[in-house]
């Protein structure tokens, strides 16, 4: 393992979704200098390039039941054009075309509430870790070169996928922060979740309330709830996609002798001094 808390340049954050990963994660940031890399806003990016082109047609357009996949790209495109309200983002020069259908087959799975397929979350995460570490390091906001992960791996092949990249940069995983938290109090907190669609700052009306309950306080953009924070079922699904997929990746990080501390997403407060005590609590033991 790293030896020094200064060599360290890869941190994986895992847990399941709504138990409490932002706010170690934010103490991590700080604490190491790293950025943040996370596949939920890395889809959100996508989703929000499709959903700006209010889509009226059906989503399920889009699958091929007979091939048990999406149709072709090429298919999908034509899909979109004949039922996009808004032509003017179609015809930008800006528009990315890969990404916009990219986030329609994103958001396809995201309102089933399943977690999207290897390939695409691979491909997702690959662009956007090879432009961090081929940018200059002032053009990433981080003090030193340096990466939290979150929400990637959550398969065994991700998993492989990323030791696979990882050996290409010459990185390793060099610990994993699990945070630990029931189902039943992750579903209660869940619906309290705020994102500000602008910077994607995470508040939650309780414990990180937003300014009047309603703005960020970071760029005052009126917050909304994640529609797939809204619906129990779809919370229950996630949780069942995490016991099903996650749990079994990170049980292969602990066999493969990768170090992990384990803290709880339930604080008796939600202070960051409280959360720092935490999370470097468990992490320094691992120095």
Known sequence: MTSKKEDVKIILVMGKSGSG????????????????????????????????????????????DSKNDFKPDTDLLKIVEEHAANKDVLSSA?????????????????????????SITNGIFANAFETYFSAPLETCGSKRRGLILDGFPRTLPQGQFLDDLLKKH????????????????????TTDRRICPKCQAVFHLMFKPPRDEKFC????????????????????????EYTDKVAPTLAKYKADG???ATVTGNLPDMKPETIRNSVMGAVDKLF
């Open 21 to 64: 990963k932002q706010p170690r994660i934010d103490c991590l940031a700080e604490e190491f200098g790293f950025m943040q890399v996370s596949t939920g806003n890395l889809f959100r990016a996508c989703i929000g390039l499709f959903n700006s082109v209010d889509f009226k047609g059906e989503l399920k357009s889009a699958w091929d």
């Open 94 to 118: 800006a528009t990315n075309k890969e990404t916009l259908i990219l986030g329609m087959k994103a958001k396809y799975f995201v309102e089933a509430g399943l977690f999207c397929p290897d």
């Open 170 to 189: 010459n990185l390793k995983i060099d610990f994993i922060l699990e945070v630990d938290l029931d189902d039943d109090t992750i579903i209660k907190r």
């Open 217 to 240: 306080t970071e760029c005052g953009t009126e917050v909304k709830q994640r529609a797939d924070d809204a619906s129990e079922a779809l919370l229950r699904n996630r949780l069942k």
């Open 258 to 260: 990768i170090p992990v």
